[in-house]
């Protein structure tokens, strides 16, 4: 697992506190990611495999 915070260019440090990446292998039994209440809102971009099953993909 790799993980790191980096903090934005000046020009967006008054509206992004930290960018933060993480990267890992997923792997049954344990696929989720647990994110704990920061207080702070969040924008997560995920560039890899769908993590959700197929039946959960919908809106309906």
Same mark, same amino acid.
């Given at each position: 697992?790799?993980? &790191?915070?980096?903090?934005?260019? +000046?020009? /967006?440090?008054?509206? +992004?506190?930290?960018?933060?990446?993480? &990267?890992?292998?997923?792997? %049954? !039994?344990?696929?989720?990611?647990?994110?704990?209440?920061?207080? #702070?809102? %969040?924008?997560?971009?995920?560039?890899?495999? #769908? !993590?959700?099953?197929?039946?959960?993909?919908? /809106?309906?």
């Amino acid at each position: 697992m790799r993980y &790191e915070e980096r903090r934005p260019d +000046v020009k /967006l440090q008054p509206f +992004v506190k930290w960018f933060w990446y993480l &990267e890992r292998t997923y792997a %049954e !039994p344990d696929s989720r990611e647990i994110i704990w209440p920061d207080g #702070c809102h %969040e924008m997560i971009f995920h560039f890899g495999l #769908c !993590p959700f099953p197929k039946k959960s993909q919908t /809106l309906n």
